[in-house]
């Protein structure tokens, strides 16, 4: 198994100049509201920066905020910054968990006061069940490839903590290496373990995390907007099954060492194709998980038709809604 992608130290201090070089951009349109980050850097060198801006309603522009970033500042930005309308930024608690926004710049937006849809039961484990299922989905591909993206895996430590909150789940073996993951997370730059070490813990994770969401379908459903099978980006189905199962099909690349790892990895996603069943069901109308995948389908049509440099706040599978 090989490992790309290790963290690189910077300081903390280059964190907050990168938000204030995207800010100082972002202040020469009249139109942005407000900018807030998420979450905070908690560990420079492997945390990365998320940010959401805030605009008028309907107002449209084609600008890309991570368009020009310097290789450092792009290393900081693993993705774009989010991006919602005043509306939608007010509503967004609603259906989202978890979500610590702290103000950057301009005005302070109060969102919705009420009974918020992310309360309800179902719709908890729902949002989990997303989540560790594009891990595992994640994780899967790369073990075809035996490539493994380092800084990756260590960023979503934290997310897979509360997934395993809003289910409830307080101890196990899948628990357990979540626990010694984000362990390593904290302690990186001064005692990261060896690649032996991480190999021997990729693999115990993948059987741990495939028995573990084996166990959830057995009880769960993964619900849906759309009929399945539901398609996902770069060649993965997901299809109504009995039981938790995954297939592979395609070409090999460990044979391919004459291409560097990353470009290994890019391409057995690309000639690979992956498929999960599970259980699963298309949600009915007026039901709660209907709600959320409805404002999430018209937060994300939103976004592709007014700011679509800018990522909408929805689902990690938007697959199963748009």
Known sequence: MIFIDP?????????????????????????IISLYQIGSVSVPGISDIDLVAVYNNEYSTNYNPIANL?????????????????QDFKSLNE???????NHVYGEKIEQAIGEKLSDVKELKEQIAIEYLLKNFISIYRQKVAGIVKLRSLLLEANALKYDFDLLDVKDGRIVELVFELVDWRMKWFDKKPTEKKMEQWFKEYFTALYHFLSGIFEEHKLYSMNNFPVTLMRRCTIE??????????????????????????RLSQKINTYKFSLP??????????????????????YNLKHIPYFQAMTSVLPELYM
Do not use: W
Not at 7 to 26: C, G, H, T
Not at 71 to 85: D, I, K, M, Q, T
Not at 95 to 101: D, G, H, S, T
């Open 95 to 101: 259906f989202l968990i978890q979500v610590n926004y």
């Open 280 to 301: 699963c069901k298309q949600t009915a109308n007026n039901t709660p998980l209907f709600k959320r995948f409805a404002a999430m389908k018209e937060i994300q049509s």
């Open 240 to 265: 109504k099954g009995t039981g938790f199962k995954y297939s592979s099909m395609g070409i090999p690349v460990n044979a391919l060492f004459f291409i560097n790892s990353a470009k290994r990895l």
């Open 7 to 31: 963290p690189v130290f910077y300081p903390r201090e280059n964190y907050y100049a990168a938000i204030d070089s995207v800010l100082q951009k972002l202040k020469n349109n009249t139109d």
């Open 70 to 86: 310097t290789n450092e500042e792009r290393y900081f930005f693993v993705h774009s910054l989010f991006g919602a309308s005043r």
